[in-house]
């Protein structure tokens, strides 16, 4: 059973939405909805393999290497991207005569993806160690478990950009609490909430097919003018 709702004036983290939402919003408005609206959560294969290997890097103890220290299971905060989280990992690059260099790396299980949703959660934490010290922090890396390698990533404006976007978006979905249509495709095979979602069943009628974002802002005006429920 849930406690008491966190009270703004003595919780300084009400509010804060989980950094990892907006990973599950670039990827799919509605799977971002099922986990954060509705507490849904199914594991399968490759779900199991992402825990498994972020609980083995949290778990690893901290190192300093050729003069870059490395912090684990790093804990991230937002009050104006209203986020918090934690990092796999931040790698403190020595810089002579300057404060160390944040890296934020990321590890995920397969292989690089086409769409930028692993960019995105990684630029957030980017953005979060900005604000927390005030130090730029021009890129991250992402580690991917099976191909073994480092991809390196810049945090350019629009990167930045998409993911402010997609930040102020996740707050609204948050605020109106109710869930996007689905938008079936082929990422629905590896989702491990299919069957929960069922997207060929609960899919929008010909005549509402608008995309989730469309949806949302309908809703939000909708709030807005008191029509909703």
Known sequence: MEGPAADPATDPDAGLAPLSALQHLAFCARQCGLIHLEDAWAENALTAEGRVLHERVDNAPGETRRG????????????????????????????????????????????????????????AQGLCLEEMLGLEVPGGALFYGETR????????????????????????????????????????????????????????????GRSAAAWLAGMLRADAEGDLP
């Open 68 to 123: 870059v220290r490395v912090a684990r299971g790093v804990p991230l905060r937002s009050a104006r991207l209203g986020l918090i989280g934690r990092a796999d990992v931040v790698e403190f690059h020595s810089r002579r005569g300057q404060p160390p260099l944040p890296c934020p790396v990321e590890y995920k299980r397969g292989k690089a993806k086409p769409h930028d949703a692993d960019r995105v959660q990684l630029c």
């Open 149 to 208: 390698r480092r991809q390196e990533v810049a945090f350019d404006a629009d990167l930045r950009a998409r993911t402010e976007s997609l930040a102020r978006e996740l707050h609204a979905m948050l605020a109106v609490r109710t869930n996007p249509p689905p938008e079936p495709g082929p990422k629905c095979r590896s989702c491990s909430l299919e069957a929960l979602c069922l997207p060929g069943i609960c899919r929008p009628k010909p005549a509402g």
